[in-house]
């Protein structure tokens, strides 16, 4: 699966229950407004199904990761791994 980075998102208010509905057990939420989402879809295909590109849901940056590193608490390296593991 790919994995997707959601943030700098303006109205995290309204985008948090559409990331629960549209990716049920495929996202992790970072910070307040910032998640991780597991899809096999593109960057543009993830903004449409959070209706970012219309601007109905506020603006986010949304981009796949191609690797990582940091510091970070040790769930979200677990999801990271398990995630970027699991097919479709």
Sequence with gaps: MSIFVVFRV????ILAPIVEAEFPGNF???DEDEWLISAQLTAQE???????P???N?????FK???YFGRAPSD???WIKTKSEEDN
């Design 65 to 67: 990761m191609s690797n």
């Design 46 to 52: 993830v903004s449409e199904r959070l209706k970012i």
């Design 28 to 30: 992790l939420k970072v």
């Design 58 to 62: 506020g603006s986010a940056i949304i």
């Design 76 to 78: 979200v390296w677990d």
């Design 54 to 56: 219309g601007g109905e």
């Design 10 to 13: 303006t109205k995290p208010e």
